[in-house]
């Protein structure tokens, strides 16, 4: 695909108007990507980092000289499939990982209803799935990673093991990193055999979702709550026939709330006991992801503005995942500065000391 | 001399009690569960996180090394100071701050015992989900700093899965809180990096933990095997099926005869290994996996397969796991105990390597281990007052981690690097990497005076590797 067509197929929330520089690298190797961000470090340019596009809505804007297409970075570099682990380039898409993971029986924990996003862009953002409540976010399956530093260094962390702590938690780190270390150029994957059986059961919210064991995700819509259960298919059974209500074979993910004129989508991260409060106060569409503590909603901005006075306090977050330009201004992608800001623009600074890329776009303006 | 200046700057503010010079009491802290024994230079008890504040600023003022410690039950060295050091006991801060049943997560101090921890919530149908086989005797601070594993993380995923938030004191007596409640804060994840840090990077005070519901039903199985190969095709074979258990653990012949010895509940000591199998959840999904474990292992060639009946018999199957560690005292007076991680495929090839090892060097050895995981822990026992025995433990543990090395495997999979492991970092990340590792402990503790010389090795910081920092970048 041409980085013209990629463009032409994002997803509605992706971003606003075309990539905003003319100048496209499509490195093909680690190596080059590094190459290309020391050149960028030398000649002080700001570089923005394009996986498939579909999380270019979070954070602050980039106005870049360059933009790094991981598009190239293609590659399954090797499937161990005995040892459950598959290490992947990161341009390489969820979709494409399922597919290559679905006759051998196996998963990898990544949002699996965006299929056209890349793993580098999943990482970057630390995106996780529906499937989290039981499954943990996507950094607790990130077994190793190589990092192209800002300033054109590769660097390895971790190991193609399933457990291991041998140094420290680079992965982690870069997990959610928005590229301020650099950009994630391949990662090794923590794979899971793929439930037995699963079913999507509608219940009546609340109290019904809290009786059942373990379930992969309660997600809750405007006008319906779904169970989502995983694993034999006796328990699954059991299970579905315990709560009652409607009951589907399959994960029957809702879709993203879409946002109307004038509205931004927002993720609404709190402790999870206030979904229940946060949902009450949303205007419209979301899907609340309870035990997890996520509610993503379309709103305007004072209605975001004051969802985040409310919820800073309690210790939550109202994160723009996308929306037009004004809502960037105000009020903001982010809100309050990180905890450790310092410490975070220290670590920084040993990475990508001249900020080449995504200048600016994390929390803090870092 | 900066020293005894700290001692008497902190007598004041701590109390005399919380502040050891005497020898015999700092003696105490001297050593952890591995060989290494280094006399701490003073060693200081605070009771909370302003008081382990003004002891870091102290420390600071004065730059004196500061090493901190929980239990004592590490196995690298990791709490056992390298130069004159102040050591901070946390053991004191053992309070669980509150419990929040709903939202299922709970604040604690880092001197709580991991044990403790899940006693104080079984009422509330919840537990601390990592179960170092130490779970009795180390602390959550020591668990989140070594990102301890155990035999349920199989399934559950090592401690740093479980660690909502920190609060730290940073090296310079900042204090911060890094994480919290809810999920996806913005900005780098430092609460992930603080876990695994091996006490380098600041000083844990609190502990924001997510706690998990015990399951409903539970289901033991042990499983009997005339070859050790067997056993770990069958740890493949049940993973292969599509099963992830709660816990896979296998223990060989010289287990099982060491156990039986120190524990008479009737282990078949004839076998060459059993695994530990257990699965955990709803009642149905306990029955129809423990069915396909058991035709995985009998498909394998186990000679038996039993099942604990009642929770008195899963707790005898346990305590013989659990307590391995503890009867290694039978086997020789003295013991070290390695923790690789390799493939899991590898098994049975790293077992026979192993036993090969064991041989050559003339030394007992025992292995008990988180087979699910790959996650290896041959126990050499010896006599150290046996001439050379030093040497060839350290010997054979060197031809390990060789071995380990060769199949693709990791240099340790829970107990961290400290510095046992801390030479052989370099086998496994190049300069750059290393460089890396290096960059982000500087970013934490610019006059590497936390837990100096452990986890990387010495030179890892390689200025020559990327460019320079520009004029104001230290921020
Ligand atoms: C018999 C036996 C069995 C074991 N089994 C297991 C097992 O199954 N799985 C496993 O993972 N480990 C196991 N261990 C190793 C050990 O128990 C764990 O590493 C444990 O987490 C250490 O906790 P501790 O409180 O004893 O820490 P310590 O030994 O006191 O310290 C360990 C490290 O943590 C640092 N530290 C401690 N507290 C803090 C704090 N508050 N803030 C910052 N840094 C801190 C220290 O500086 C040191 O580097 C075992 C050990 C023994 C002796």
Redesign the pocket.
């Known amino acids: 695909m041409t980085f013209p067509e990629l463009l032409s197929s994002l997803s509605s929330h992706a971003i606003h108007g075309a990539p905003p520089c003319d100048l496209t690298v499509r490195p093909k190797s680690p190596e080059v990507v590094a190459d290309v961000l020391a050149a960028c470090s030398t000649d002080g340019l700001r570089v923005l980092i394009w996986g498939a596009g579909t999380h270019q809505g979070i954070g602050h804007r980039v106005d870049p000289d360059v933009v790094l297409s991981t598009e190239r970075l293609d590659r399954i570099v090797d499937h161990r499939v005995d040892d459950l682990t598959l290490t992947v380039q990161a341009g390489v898409t969820v979709g494409s990982i399922a597919s290559t993971l679905r006759p051998h029986g196996q998963m990898a924990v990544l949002p699996e209803e965006e299929k056209a996003a890349t793993v580098g862009g999943v990482l970057a953002v630390g995106a996780s799935g529906y499937g989290r409540l039981r499954m943990g976010p996507v950094r607790d399956h990130l077994l190793e990673v190589l990092v192209a530093t800002g300033d054109g260094r590769l660097v390895r962390a971790g190991a193609k093991v399933v457990k291991h702590v041998q140094g420290y938690d680079l992965m982690r780190l870069s997990v959610g990193s928005l590229g301020s270390l650099g950009v994630v150029v391949e990662a090794t994957l923590k794979l899971w055999p793929t439930p037995r059986a699963s079913a999507t059961v509608e219940v009546a919210m609340p109290p019904d979702a809290g009786r059942a064991f373990r379930p992969q995700a309660v997600l809750q819509t405007r006008d319906r709550t779904l169970v989502m259960l995983t694993g034999t298919a006796e328990e699954v059974e059991a299970q579905a026939d315990a709560l009652g209500g409607e009951s589907e074979r399959g994960l029957l993910w809702p879709d993203q709330p879409r946002p109307r004129d004038g509205e931004g989508l927002w993720s609404v991260r709190v402790p999870p006991t206030l979904v229940p409060e946060v949902v009450d106060r949303v205007p419209g569409e979301f899907v609340a992801q309870h035990g997890v503590g996520i509610v993503e909603a379309p709103m305007d901005g004072p209605t975001a503005a004051a969802m985040r006075e409310w919820l800073e306090p309690l210790g939550g977050v109202v994160v723009l995942l996308g929306g037009h330009d004004a809502l960037y201004a105000d009020p903001g992608p982010w809100g309050s500065d990180p905890a450790a800001l310092d410490l975070q623009r220290r670590i920084v600074a040993r990475f990508d000391p001249d900020r080449v890329v995504n200048p600016g776009r994390p929390a803090g303006g870092i | 001399m900066s020293l005894e200046a700290l001692a008497e700057r902190l007598r004041p503010l701590l109390g005399d009690a919380a502040v050891l010079t005497h020898p015999v009491e700092r003696h105490l802290y001297s050593k952890?569960?591995g060989l290494r024994r280094t006399e701490p230079g003073l060693v200081v008890l605070p009771t909370s996180t302003e008081e382990v504040a003004a002891v870091v600023r102290a420390a600071a003022d004065l730059g004196v090394a500061v090493?901190?410690?929980?239990?004592?039950?590490?196995?690298t060295g990791?709490?056992v100071p390298s130069e004159p050091a102040v050591v901070v006991a946390?053991t004191r801060m053992d309070e669980i701050h509150e419990i929040d049943a709903v939202g299922r997560t709970a604040w604690v101090g880092?001197g709580v015992i991991n044990l403790d921890l899940s006693e104080v919530t079984r009422p509330l149908g919840l537990h601390f989900a990592p179960d170092?086989?130490?779970q009795s005797?180390?602390?959550i601070?020591?668990?989140?700093?070594?990102n301890?594993?155990?035999?349920h993380c199989l399934a559950e995923g090592s401690t740093v899965a479980h660690i909502l938030g920190v609060e730290l004191v940073l090296p310079d007596g900042e204090v911060v809180v890094l994480g919290g409640a809810a999920p996806d804060l913005p900005g780098l994840d430092l609460r992930g990096v603080v876990v695994g840090s091996?006490?380098t990077l600041?000083?844990?005070?609190r502990v924001l933990v997510k706690l998990t519901p015990n399951p409903p039903d539970v289901r033991t199985l042990l499983m009997e095997f005339d070859e050790v190969r067997q056993a770990a095709d069958t740890v493949s074979g049940i993973i292969g099926a599509g099963i992830v258990p709660d816990a896979l653990e296998l223990m060989d012949r010289k287990t099982l005869e060491v156990m039986e010895a120190f524990l008479h509940i009737g282990l078949p000591v004839d076998a060459a290994a059993v695994l530990l199998c257990e699965t955990s959840g709803h009642p149905a999904a306990v029955a129809a996996e423990a069915a396909l474990c058991e035709e995985v292992a009998r498909r394998c060639g186990a000679r038996a397969v039993q099942v604990a009946a009642d929770e008195a018999e899963r707790q005898v199957l346990w305590k013989a796991r659990k307590a391995a560690?503890?009867a290694v005292a039978q086997m020789a007076p003295d013991f070290y105990?390695h923790d690789v991680v390799v493939p899991r495929t590898t098994l049975p090839e790293v077992l026979d390597e192993v036993y090969r090892i064991a041989e050559r060097h003339d030394l007992h050895i025992m292995n008990v281990f988180h087979a699910g995981d790959g996650n290896l822990h041959p126990i050499m026992g010896f006599d150290l007052a046996e001439d050379g025995v030093r040497d060839a433990v350290m010997a054979a543990a060197d031809e390990l981690i060789a071995v380990t090395l060769s199949v693709g495997g990791a240099l340790t999979g829970?107990?961290?690097i400290?510095t046992e492991k801390r030479d052989h970092l370099p086998k496994v990340f190049d300069e750059v990497s290393l460089d890396a590792q290096a960059r982000l402990r500087e970013a934490f503790d610019p006059e590497g005076r936390f837990?100096p010389e452990?986890v990387l090795p010495k030179g890892s910081r390689c200025a020559d590797f990327g460019r320079p920092l520009p004029e104001g970048a230290w921020v």
Request: charge should be negative.
């Open positions: 952890d569960a090493v901190p410690r929980g239990g004592g039950s590490g196995l990791g709490a946390l880092p170092p086989s130490s005797v180390c602390t601070g020591g668990n989140v700093a070594n301890a594993g155990g035999p091996e006490g600041g000083v844990v005070t560690f503890g105990l829970e107990h961290g400290g837990n452990h």
